[in-house]
């Protein structure tokens, strides 16, 4: 499958804006009179990534991911709207997030997902996903396909 670039429905960037003073600075990362809810968390995880390590590409079928990313790096995030239904079925995003630019991201289930550490530091993602990881007391199989473990995936990062 080839993929076009463009915008995928469903898929929410938004700014994040620094508030900042002489104690340091604050950044809301979602509030829930602004997200729907049926992307509201249920759980949070803070990750680190090394410069130039990929995560994904991955997709949920039931779970969405809200993605923050804050720096102190900078990531090149990717998109595969791999939703048969859905009316951008077969389009490709590619975002550029992090430290000079906060922002974001919530990704539907259905969307592929990857993203690269392009900056010189160890970058943070904070994710607040609408599904438990495998589930209530970690006892159901982790909602995941995993298209990194497959080499012949259409899923490519430049």
Request: with cysteine; proline share 8%; charged share 25%.
């Amino acid at each position: 499958m080839r993929f076009q670039d463009g915008p995928i429905e469903g898929v929410i960037v938004r700014q994040l804006v620094k508030h900042s003073d002489h104690r340091g600075w604050l950044m809301e990362l979602y509030r829930s009179d602004e997200v729907s809810g049926q992307f509201l968390p249920v759980m949070g995880y803070l990750s680190s990534t090394r410069p130039g390590v990929v995560r994904g590409p991955h997709e949920h079928r039931e779970q969405a991911d809200f993605f923050c990313f804050l720096g102190p790096s900078t990531f090149q995030i990717y998109l595969w709207d791999n939703r048969k239904e859905s009316p951008t079925y077969g389009r490709r995003m590619v975002l550029e997030a992090g430290a000079d630019r906060p922002c974001s991201v919530i990704i539907p289930a259905g969307v592929v997902h990857a993203y690269r550490n392009v900056g010189p530091k160890d970058g943070w993602s904070i994710n607040v996903p609408n599904r438990l990881y495998a589930g209530e007391g970690r006892r159901n199989p982790v909602d995941e396909i995993r298209h990194e473990d497959d080499p012949a995936n259409p899923f490519h990062i430049e």
